[in-house]
Nanobody, 115 residues
Framework: QVQFVESGGGLVQPGGSLRLSCVAS????????MNWYRQAPGNERELVARITAGGITNYADSVKGRFTVSRDNTKRTVNLQMNSLKPEDTAVYYC?????????WGQGTQVTVSS
């Protein structure tokens, strides 16, 4: 049973940057995709970025060119570098992976973009 722990959230002004980290309690080699989701109040959870085991990345249109996802399998870590943050990026950000039909979620980290 693998667990994910996110960190790095906080309050930042518009235009600022944050780096989120997700550390797994066990190997992430077996997860083809490692994903970052977010959920704002009143909204459904949405996929923000994902990275394959081989390093191929995909992004939601709303974050393309501003967010960068990276993965270090040896350190069991997935990071999300967020630049040029906007108020609409405010949400709880979750690390996620799926394997064998089972979903694994972290507890989430709050990101608030406000002046």
């Amino acid at each position: 049973q693998v667990q994910f722990v996110e960190s790095g959230g906080g309050l930042v002004q518009p235009g600022g940057s944050l780096r989120l980290s997700c550390v797994a309690s066990a190997s992430i080699y077996g997860f083809y995709y490692m994903n970052w989701y977010r959920q704002a109040p009143g909204n459904e959870r949405e996929l923000v970025a994902r990275i394959t085991a081989g390093g191929i990345t995909n992004y939601a249109d709303s974050v393309k060119g501003r967010f960068t996802v990276s993965r270090d399998n040896t350190k069991r870590t997935v990071n999300l570098q967020m630049n040029s943050l906007k108020p609409e990026d405010t949400a709880v950000y979750y690390c996620h992976a799926e394997r064998g039909g089972k979903n694994y979620w972290g507890q989430g980290t709050q990101v608030t973009v406000s002046s």
